[in-house]
């Protein structure tokens, strides 16, 4: 049985660059700009953070509510997964 809880991680070989300070993502032909909460959010995607994790990342940088901002984290990890930017991965339990 598998005990892993599912993490996102950023796609390897995904074109990314900083432009004053935001990241701009190419997708395709496309190019996906990511600014503040957006960028913390795929920042942290590091496949070691939880979604959880994430969402306290995230509260805690805005000071906000995690409960507030859960649905909008989820939400923008299967949009970015959607994309092909980042993946979801097993956490594997610890030994």
């Not at 913390?40 to 070691?48: C, F, H, K, M, N």
């Not at 970015?80 to 030994?95: C, H, K, Q, T």
Request: charged share 35%.
């Amino acid at each position: 049985m598998n005990t892993g809880h599912r993490v996102p991680r950023r796609v390897l070989g995904v074109r990314v660059r900083r432009v004053s300070g935001d990241l701009v993502i190419g997708i395709d032909t496309d190019a996906l700009e990511l600014t503040d909460v957006a960028r913390l959010i795929y920042e942290s995607a590091d496949g070691r953070n939880r979604v959880a994790d994430i969402v306290d990342i995230v509260a805690a940088a805005y000071d906000a509510d995690p409960a507030e901002v859960s649905v909008d984290v989820r939400e923008f990890l299967d949009d970015l997964a959607g994309r092909g930017v980042v993946e979801w991965a097993v956490e594997e339990p610890f030994r």
